[in-house]
């Protein structure tokens, strides 16, 4: 369906996209889940929210969620003040309570928690969450809509697929501006006649739905909640110009916003007819027997067919093909060549950062987590808030026996069960050990990319606070080159002199390796191991020349690897992917990844 037509047979299609999206997430913040704007604060998007104001509901709320709220600001819990002046619990309500049937800002949304993004998706899903904090107990309303503000730069950042989701559109405000907004949209009476027509609407035909399923398909969205929002935003269009079914016009222009910018591939082309035996027939006949055919009796004829009714079929359109259509047509040029070539965008995104290592637990610094009871201990933080709500509601029961005995009386008691100390969380240091195969005639050109690999792994690690370590392995022996370090110059004097040749004590480097991770564990830091090698070992653990021997070793000291969980990556520097260097990765139980035309940025890369 082309672009004038569509507009002819949904009025609302000649709106700016912005404005569109603003007025059917106004008709419906909770049912279509959210909106995902990518770019970082601007006039446009300033605008945009005071236009989504204006058309929501009189006295609905819109708050902001900036990206450290804890639990008890979101969900909610006990009101401490004026539990500490009634002497009993009272339930104070979260910002999730708070915003009930309008919309929730959540800003730098690539930074939130995967621990808050479930909570909050769980509470979209059901409508109402179950408050369970400081010993209280309430079932809370929670019908709202999700604008996520996306300010990540790179592609490996985005917010938590979560809530991706669960919204039905996606814009990119970094290239809209104010002009985007202009045009004639509905007031809000009217955007309150379609909200309270849109139950009664329905669809025109229900092949729609299955055209709707069969193009979320072929554009890789396996999950049922595409689908369903697309239908319900063609059920608003349809609503929206005050009619009372859906065309196939409306899921055209719903398939091409809620599908086209979820796409995670491009559909798969379509396969060449097969020859019709009908056009063997002919071929056949002249074949046959000329004389045969003249003494063989002509068939009656037949009732000719309706020729008016085939030709109508014919040119009746396929809505999958059109929705598919219409949806290729929406996406980017460069989502197109991202989709074609199988590099797929990154939906999740990452929790952490890249150089990062686990998470521990610290008594003093790091990012707050929770507070547990128990006694206070020299070192450790007190949370005198949490302290004060544990005591808050037990002031009734603890000032009665002060009251009979005593001459004063305490305003507030707190008792050693009351104690809430604080803990912490921070990223370990993550220490890439880089194990290099130094043997054989073609060491040179390995060892080249290996101290590009390394220089590019030091500038990394200023960033990311992780450091880098060497180990090579030839002759008979392997060495530890550079100890763990961020050190740019001493990594460069170590690298300069290593020579290559010799044997290949495969063994001995892949056990160097795995010791020098482990005391790297023991010193609270997270180890990776990074080897660099084509898996044909020919020296063994005792010294001895022979291949046989020198693989069984080496699988051996793989195995321990695999058992001692750490992380490990197997590059194959050999011209052609082996299997004896597939079967070493599996026993280590690492990343197995054949690179023939090694450089150093594929290294630091993976």
């Not at 999700?146 to 814009?171: K, M, Q, T, V, W």
């Not at 037990?394 to 009665?400: C, G």
């Not at 100890?483 to 480097?509: E, I, K, V």
Request: proline fraction near 8%.
């Amino acid at each position: 369906m082309t672009q004038e037509a569509q507009t002819d047979s949904v009025p609302c299609a000649a709106w700016p996209e912005a404005l569109l999206i603003a007025t059917l997430f106004a008709m419906d913040p909770h049912g279509l889940g959210g909106i995902s704007i990518k770019g970082r604060s601007s006039p446009f998007f300033d605008a945009w929210l005071d236009l989504l104001r204006e058309l929501l509901p009189e006295g609905a709320p819109l708050r902001r969620c900036p990206v450290q709220t804890g639990d008890d600001r979101l969900l909610g819990g006990l009101d401490l003040a004026t539990s500490l002046a009634l002497g009993q619990p009272v339930v104070q309500r979260g910002l999730l309570s708070e915003v009930d049937g309008g919309v929730l800002v959540l800003p730098m949304a690539e930074r939130l928690s995967s621990a808050t993004a479930a909570r909050i998706a769980a509470a979209l899903d059901e409508g109402q969450f179950q408050l369970e904090r400081d010993g209280l107990t309430s079932l809370l309303p929670a019908r709202f809509g999700l604008i996520l503000l996306d300010e990540s730069i790179g592609p490996e950042e985005s917010p938590p697929f979560a809530l991706l989701e669960r919204c039905s559109f996606r814009l990119d405000g970094n290239g809209l501006g104010l002009a985007d907004l202009a045009g004639d949209g509905l007031s809000l009476e009217d955007i309150q006649r379609a909200k309270a027509a849109l139950p009664s609407v329905g669809l025109e035909q229900d092949a729609l739905v299955d055209a709707i399923c069969e193009a979320a398909q072929a554009f890789g969205l396996h999950s049922a909640r595409p689908a369903l929002l697309c239908l319900r935003v063609a059920r608003m269009v349809a609503a929206l110009d005050g009619r009372k079914a859906a065309s196939l016009g409306d899921v055209t222009l719903a398939a091409q916003l809620v599908l086209a910018p979820q796409a995670l591939q491009l559909p798969p082309p379509p396969e060449e007819p097969t020859p019709d035996e009908a056009d063997q027939q002919p071929e056949n006949q002249d074949e046959a027997d000329p004389a045969e055919a003249e003494s063989e009796p002509a068939p009656p004829p037949e009732t000719p067919p309706d020729t008016q009714a085939e030709a109508e079929a014919k040119n009746q359109p396929n809505p999958s093909e059109v929705l598919v259509d219409a949806v290729k047509s929406a996406l980017p040029a460069e989502l197109i060549a991202a989709l074609g070539s199988q590099a797929k965008p990154n939906r999740q995104g990452r929790a952490s950062g890249s150089g990062g290592g686990a998470m521990q637990k610290s008594p003093l610094r790091g990012r707050p987590i929770r507070s547990r009871s128990g006694t206070l201990k020299p070192g450790e933080r007190l949370n005198i808030i949490e302290t004060l709500r544990a005591a808050a509601p037990w002031q009734k029961l603890r000032r009665r026996p002060q009251a009979e005995g005593a001459t004063g009386m305490k305003r507030i008691e707190v008792r050693k069960s009351d104690f809430r100390i604080r803990c912490f969380a921070q990223p370990k240091e993550a220490t890439t050990i880089l194990v290099v195969d130094a043997s054989g005639s073609s060491a040179f050109q390995r060892l080249a990319e290996a101290k590009g690999a390394v220089e590019l792994l030091l500038a990394q690690a200023y960033v990311d606070r992780s450091r880098v370590a060497l180990v090579a392995f030839r002759n008979e022996t392997a060495e530890v080159l550079l100890p763990p370090t961020r050190s740019l110059a001493r990594a460069r004097r170590q690298l300069s002199d290593l020579a290559g040749g010799g044997g290949t004590p495969l063994a001995a480097g892949i056990d160097t390796a795995l010791m020098l991770a482990l005391a790297e564990k023991a010193k609270g830091r997270t180890p990776r191991l990074l080897f660099l090698t084509d898996g044909r070992g020919n020296i063994g653990r005792e010294g001895k020349a022979g291949r046989a021997v020198a693989m069984a070793d080496a699988l051996l000291a793989a195995r321990a690897v695999g058992l001692s969980d750490i992380a490990a990556v197997h590059i194959d520097t050999s011209p052609f992917p082996r299997p004896g260097a597939r079967e070493l990765a599996e026993a280590m139980r690492a990343i197995y990844a054949p690179l023939p035309y090694l450089n150093a940025q594929a290294i630091s890369a993976i």
